[in-house]
């Protein structure tokens, strides 16, 4: 939509009501139903489906991880309600081991792309893209609108599979063939990983055209004066996250139609030499490692496409807060463009014990490690943003540190794991979890939490509950550690993650204690999650409304818009930007927003 | 009926925290939102400051608590598993040390730089001297880590010594097979197309291949201590993965495409229950690639012994070809005949 298309809201209405009113014969001045909050092209609305739709994923996700937390702390246990909801599933009300392994496999897939990716990304991006370049909307709506409706119908595919009589996919989410191209091999592997590709392709388009169209929008329709060096970090880092979606989903796409072929055409890109239940099939020179390639070219860019809007969201969301600039921008600007990069080199690093030669398996060890340096100079620039600022610990400030606080923690247990001669020994144990859990499942949460209570108030003119917020964010921050922490010390011990049951072990059973514990925390860390999403349903019709345009004191645009912005989000021209996004606490100011034009009085910086 | 009362607490315990969540938004209409504001700040800062302390304690009190259930204070059984202790203890170092100051300075800060109405933040945008150093630093730390990394990781995967027995592993869900190459010190050549399992030929073993009549099948891998033993590795069906946590070692069993690893065990079995203090310790081979519904339970034993303990258990193993053949005699009334291979093997030097 082209800017001098929009003198103002009021025109915008006016327009749409006349075409509306040329198709249906009643009269009327407000949108439908149908166009306003179902097919919108509102990038507002959009961001709140992509939220709302992955807000109920997060809810099933995260119940699939305590029904298995329940397994593994329980395994002697049995409870009978789970047979009457699950019935042959949980037989004698225990889980069997198929379904252990389905909500293993369902949770990765919900949370990694549903969730994190869908949930996180295309939330935000949608939402603050166009309210913090000065855009009236993206460059193209109806792509945006056929992005969510393609994840959408992702949604109601991958929904399905829970249902069918063989199970959903149960093979890991990363589906590594053979095991996901022979249903001989698994029940998961039959009807279920069928619809899993279908999902998963449709997500994959929702995926690209929203990439596409953030792209263009970010480089195309920046209001005047907004050069790409005066863009809030937020949309630098959403700005890198489409690109690598776009290169790298493709990838993914043409991986997952393979494997289509593999399983209902007859092909052999991935299988040789089977021979399964006893049955010899006659396939023979596919390679099972190179759906990994596949797989992990997309799969490791993946995680810096749900970690990096969350950096983006943090750095923001903690300088206003400190009321003090984010330290550092331009270097907080080539680290992320560095980890883009370098995204895309270190795929293998998941490979160093397929077989891989080992030669090359040293060249991903190098390029991995240097993932370090950028995240370093990332958690330092954090760190000195907070020094000898004047913190306001809003929720959204809470969960910004807690961020910080993890991707610590995580991004420390990347060396081990990067490099190749310890993953000798940490590769699938319980180490790993731990790692990518903290660094990309938690961390990239917090990113998400942080972005949801700051841009509550946008969303909805509504304010959620401080205190149900911070009970959340406390029980959210401890019981992660106390999840994830003592992980570390099962992956030390050698533990391969994805066991149903570790009783006939000699060298895991050690930890059944520790299972226990952990699983208990699982359940009251999601009852706190549950907490959230109660506060965020109640705050958007109950919540204190919010009276100021700019209630965070913030220097975007988006805290220009009124309280309840309509389609096109500035009711008269859109505003003209003059300088950075960052002028907290400069020449005893509190803030100076981005529209306030340079007096010649200000000191230089 | 545990499960209805736990859920009736969890909605109590939602509907009191509704509650006083609802009512502290009122009192702080009431007693103005500025001075709520502080006090919530102060306490969240305070908590911060908690979070730190009880957080480093609770990671003390962690590693007490599970340290001697890892394998950290325990010797690595394998050559290669001393290099990756080596490795994993420089790293433990490097990150411990960086995770604890950058934690105590993240929380330390958020405690120390609370909002108070007296203070005005300090405007600092950037500092190209301070980038240089937090770039330049770690950059130096990695390159100690990648170096000695990749140091270890080329000894580790160079190619086995002449002298290593071989010992096949072939993966199917859900358990192990195990092949030993005989006299010869060759395995036979094999042929998926001829697995029968029902005939004695699991491992779809070419028996046309005069090197495979002496080849021995058993269920249960036996080493000879300090001798470098090299793992042929196999599946049949999906990929497993060869998990070796006392060893150190790690290989993935991928269908058609074979796989080696090589180390020398360093300390038999009975040593290890020794020194764990677990008369039932054994050696596990755990499959650490999700191989299907039976994965957690696909399990093998590794017995590491003395050349004579390992002589006598490979001398009434009788080949596999010779155990097919006298199953089926009139079929190929040649095999049994075959002088070389009937023999009991002789203990492979």
């Known amino acids: ?605 | 009926m545990s499960g209805y009362f736990i859920l009736a607490i969890l909605g109590l315990a939602f509907l009191v925290v509704f509650q006083i969540a609802k009512a502290s938004e009122y009192v702080s209409v009431l007693k103005g939102e500025e001075k709520t504001f502080q006090q919530n700040n102060r306490i969240n800062a305070f908590l911060f400051m908690a979070f730190l302390v009880l957080g480093l304690i609770g990671a003390y009190w962690c590693n007490e608590l599970f340290y001697d259930k890892t394998l950290l204070g325990k010797p690595s059984a394998s050559d290669h598993g001393e290099k990756i202790d080596v490795m994993m203890w420089m790293t433990i170092a490097v990150t411990g040390v960086v995770f604890v100051i950058t934690q105590i300075l993240l929380f330390w800060f958020s405690w120390r730089y609370q909002y108070t109405e007296k203070r005005k933040a300090f405007y600092y945008p950037h500092n190209n001297k301070l980038e240089l150093l937090w770039t330049v630093v770690p950059a130096l730390f990695l390159t100690v880590l990648v170096g000695f990394g990749l140091y270890y990781w080329m000894g580790i995967t160079k190619d086995a010594p002449k002298e290593a027995q071989v010992v096949e592993i072939t993966g199917k869900q859900f358990n192990w097979l195990v092949r030993y190459p005989g006299k010869d010190g060759v395995l036979g050549r094999k042929n998926y197309r001829l697995t029968d399992a029902s005939s004695g030929n699991a491992l779809g073993v070419d028996w046309e291949d005069a090197s495979s009549h002496d080849d021995v099948e058993v269920s249960e891998v036996h080493l000879v201590v300090n001798k470098p033993v090299k793992f042929v590795i196999n599946a049949q069906d999906v990929i497993h993965d060869v998990g070796l946590p006392h060893f150190r070692m790690k290989m993935d069993a991928v269908p058609g495409i074979p796989t080696t690893i090589w180390f020398t065990p360093k300390i038999t079995t009975a040593e290890m229950k020794k020194i764990t203090g677990n008369k039932d310790f054994v050696y596990e081979i755990s499959c650490d690639q999700m191989c299907g519904s039976g994965h957690y339970a696909m399990r093998g034993i590794i017995v590491v012994e003395t050349q004579e303990e390992y002589n006598a258990w490979l001398s009434d193993k009788k080949p596999q070809y010779v155990t097919v053949k006298e199953a089926a005699p009139a079929a190929t009334p040649a095999a049994a005949v075959d002088s070389a291979a009937a023999k009991p093997i002789a203990a492979v030097k």
Not at chain 1, 202 to 210: A, C, E, N, Q
Not at chain 1, 222 to 248: D, E, N, Q, Y
Not at chain 1, 538 to 567: D, M
């Open chain 1, 1 to 605: 939509m082209n800017e001098s298309t929009f003198q103002g809201q009021q025109v915008v209405t006016d327009t749409q009501s006349h075409v509306h009113d040329t198709h249906h014969e009643h009269h009327h001045h407000e949108e439908s139903f149908i166009s306003k909050y179902v097919f919108s092209q509102d990038h507002k609305t959009i961001a709140k489906q992509f939220l709302i739709t992955g807000m109920i994923w997060a809810i099933i996700g995260g119940l699939f991880s305590v029904l298995f937390r329940l397994q593994l702390g329980y395994p002697e246990a049995t409870f009978p309600f789970l047979e009457d909801i699950f019935g042959r599933w949980a037989q004698g009300g225990k889980i069997s081991p198929d379904f252990y392994y389905a909500l293993v496999t369902m949770h990765g897939t919900i949370l990694v792309f549903f969730v994190l990716t869908a949930g996180l990304s295309g939330t935000f991006a949608n939402l603050l893209i166009p309210l913090q370049i000065g855009a009236r909307d993206m460059a193209s709506p109806m792509l945006n609108m056929l992005s969510y409706w393609f994840f959408f119908g992702a949604s109601v595919v991958m929904f399905a599979s829970l249902f069918v009589q063989t199970g959903p996919a149960s093979g890991g989410w990363t589906i590594y063939p053979p095991l996901s191209a022979l249903g001989q091999a698994s029940d998961g592997s039959k009807i279920g990983m069928d619809l899993w590709l279908v999902s998963m392709a449709l997500f994959i388009v929702s995926s690209l055209l929203g990439g596409l169209n953030y792209i263009s929008t970010i480089l195309n329709m920046r209001t005047k004066g907004m050069s790409m060096t005066r863009l809030p970090l937020t949309i630098w880092a959403i700005f890198f996250t489409a690109i690598l979606g776009v290169l790298s989903f493709p990838v993914l796409l043409s991986g997952a139609i393979l494997l289509l072929f593999d399983r209902n055409l007859g092909t052999s890109f991935y299988l040789s030499d089977i021979v399964v239940k006893g049955e010899i099939l006659p396939n023979e020179g596919g390679s099972a490692i190179l759906f990994q390639h596949l797989f992990w070219f997309l799969g490791h860019p993946e995680v810096y496409i749900i970690l990096l809007p969350a950096m983006g969201m943090v750095s923001e969301v903690m300088s206003i807060n400190a009321r003090k600039p984010i330290f550092g921008y331009l270097a907080m600007v080539a680290s992320l463009f560095a980890i883009c990069v370098l995204a895309f080199l270190v795929w293998a690093h998941h490979m160093f014990v397929t077989g891989l030669n080992p030669f090359l398996g040293a060249f991903f060890v190098l390029l991995t490690l240097l993932i370090a340096i950028p995240s370093a100079i990332k958690v330092f620039n954090w760190l000195t943003t907070l020094w000898r600022g004047n913190l306001r610990f809003t929720p959204g400030m809470l969960f910004s540190i807690g961020f910080v606080s993890l991707f610590i923690s995580g991004g420390l247990t990347g060396i081990f794991l990067g490099n190749s001669t310890l993953d000798l020994h940490l590769h699938d144990t319980y180490f790993v979890v731990a790692h990518f859990h903290i660094v990309m499942g938690v961390a990239s949460f917090f990113g998400m939490f942080a972005g949801v209570y700051h841009w509550f108030p946008k969303m909805y003119g509504r304010n959620m509950n401080n205190t149900m917020a911070y009970i959340h964010f406390w029980i959210t921050l401890v019981g992660a550690y106390l999840i994830f922490w003592p992980m570390h010390y099962q992956g030390f011990s050698g533990m391969p993650r994805r066991y149903y049951d570790y009783a006939n072990w000699e060298s895991f059973k050690q930890f059944i204690e520790l299972n226990r514990f952990i699983s208990t925390v699982a359940m009251v860390v999601f009852a706190a999650q549950l907490l959230m999403v109660f506060n965020f349903f109640y705050s958007i019709f109950k919540g204190r409304k919010v009276t100021s345009e700019n209630p965070w004191g913030a220097n975007t645009l988006e805290w220009t818009t009124p309280v309840n912005p309509g389609h096109g989000n500035w009711p008269g021209e859109i505003p003209e930007v003059h300088r950075w996004a960052y002028d907290y606490g400069k020449d005893g100011r509190n803030f100076i927003p981005q529209t306030e034009e340079v007096s010649e009085h200000e000191s230089k910086h």
